[in-house]
């Protein structure tokens, strides 16, 4: 399975972004889609996450503006980012992770989103 992320860009403060993570292959029974940002110097930093039966769950840093569902008859995983601010600015991942036997972890290429003041 292939993760591939896309809909980064620049945009200014207060616009919107949608990205989006399509999954090549067919993913494992219950695996959860999840996306993650990360800036030079610091950790891969959580953002939000559906499993596969639909439950969601958002980084209280976005909540409120930014919003995630899960399409799984083709394998997606959109998150909508409302309000952006410069400190929004990351490289987007998206990861799909299976916690039961077998374990199983993928994580796409990423894609830059850039927010300016």
């Known amino acids: 399975v292939q993760l591939q992320a896309s809909g980064g860009g620049l945009v200014q403060a207060g616009e919107s972004l949608r990205l989006s993570c399509a999954a090549s292959g067919r993913l494992p029974g219950a695996t959860t889609l999840s996306w993650y940002r990360q800036v030079p110097g610091k950790q891969r930093e959580f953002i939000a996450s559906?499993?596969?039966?639909?439950?969601?769950d958002v980084a209280n840093s976005v909540e409120g503006r930014f919003s995630v569902s899960r399409h799984n008859g083709k394998n997606t995983l959109d998150l909508q980012m409302n309000n952006l601010r410069p400190e929004d600015t990351a490289v987007y991942y998206c990861k799909a992770r299976r916690n039961m036997t077998p374990v199983f972890t993928a994580w796409g290429q990423g894609t830059q989103v850039t927010v300016s003041s």
């Open positions: 559906v499993t596969s039966g639909g439950i969601t």
